[in-house]
């Protein structure tokens, strides 16, 4: 299975975290986080504004192949405590879902075609051969606070992302939990710049990996 790199920002100061480090900071109607016994009914989690992003737990990731469209589509989910990118006052918010997704003709994800890196409320997409690889293996640009995937470096105004921050190429990757599709928002934020949804819940990104991939620019 070919597994991307990611490179941080040399300012960030968020890093991907295990899904249970909500149960470590978040409150649900005033009750803390128990990923196990999430309310039915959904809910939103909450965060102090005093969290920092805490340094002594692995870094983390959640990995999923789906068939579609005559691919298998290998997701890779990263889950961030906070996202402090913010423009013209709007953006944000506690919580922050991304993910890059690998297009393969096989279920083993040894033959990739294809690839497609979240941002923002979109996405970019190239064919696999277009991507910068270290050893075989993809390369991603996290930008700075939005943690917005880009597949080169660079100043894009709104986004930064540089690459000369934390090399992640020894990400622990799991399986989903059945958090993934709890109907609630993972973070207390509202508005244009409004918590996400949990994963299982962001539709097309979810169900219908070739429409996310068709759609991006």
């Not at 975290?17 to 909500?22: D, R």
């Not at 002594?56 to 990731?61: E, I, M």
């Not at 690889?133 to 993809?138: E, K, N, S, T, Y």
Request: glycine residues 12%.
């Amino acid at each position: 299975m070919i597994i991307p790199i990611f490179k941080l920002n040399s300012k960030e100061k968020w890093r991907p975290q295990p899904v249970e480090t909500v149960e470590r900071f978040g409150t649900i109607g005033g009750e803390p986080v128990q990923l196990a016994n999430l309310p039915a009914g959904g809910g939103r989690m909450d965060f102090p504004s005093s969290m920092r992003d805490p340094s002594n737990t692995p870094v983390v990731g959640y990995h999923r192949a789906v068939e579609a469209a005559n691919l298998w589509w290998h997701q890779y989910w990263l889950w961030y405590l906070y996202n402090p990118w913010e423009i013209l006052g709007v953006g944000r918010h506690e919580g922050d879902w991304e993910f890059v997704q690998i297009g393969c003709v096989d279920k083993q994800g040894d033959r990739p075609v294809l690839m497609t890196a979240s941002q923002h409320k979109a996405g970019e997409k190239r064919e696999f051969w277009r991507c910068e690889l270290d050893a075989g293996r993809p390369v991603v640009y996290v930008a700075l606070g939005s943690h917005a995937n880009f597949f080169t470096p660079g100043d894009r105004g709104e986004d930064v992302a540089n690459g000369r921050g934390k090399v992640l190429e020894d990400v622990e990757w799991r399986e989903f939990g059945t958090w993934a599709t709890w109907a609630g928002m993972w973070g207390n934020s509202t508005g244009a710049g409004r918590s996400p949804e949990s994963p299982g819940r962001q539709r097309e990104r979810w169900e219908l990996p070739q429409t996310f991939h068709a759609r991006a620019r």
